[in-house]
């Protein structure tokens, strides 16, 4: 397992390999992730523990937020705009993604990395 700190948590890694990647991930309360988008991953949530609003924004006309409670899940596709955020609780979920661990494009970030 690899734990890297982030900002907003941190980032599990718990396995790589054959093509995909499971991460844990703690999004502390009232934190958010960067809005960002990936060329290629694919990422599957499944939330464990707390609330996660999720912002969804596929280049349609309907950008949509979806709030997920535990045992819930979401798939992002790539080049879907997205950004996670905790407003209550600290959350605790699983990202399911292909191996694709450096395909990270931000567009916004509450801490201005690039």
Not at 25 to 41: E, F, G, V
Not at 68 to 78: G, N, R
Not at 80 to 95: A, G, L, P, Q, V
Request: glycine content about 4%.
């Amino acid at each position: 397992m690899k734990l890297t700190v982030k900002p907003w948590g941190s980032e599990n890694l718990i396995f790589q390999g054959n093509g995909y990647a499971v991460k844990q991930i703690l999004l502390k309360k009232q934190k958010r992730t960067s809005l960002h988008y990936h060329n290629i991953k694919h990422e599957t949530i499944i939330v464990y523990s707390g609330e996660l609003t999720v912002f969804l924004d596929d280049n349609s006309e309907n950008p949509k937020t979806i709030l997920l409670k535990p045992s819930e899940t979401i798939a992002i596709a790539p080049k879907t705009i997205h950004r996670m955020s905790s407003e209550t609780t600290d959350t605790t979920y699983f990202e399911a993604q292909s191996d694709h661990l450096d395909d990270v494009i931000r567009i916004e970030d509450d801490e201005g990395r690039s």
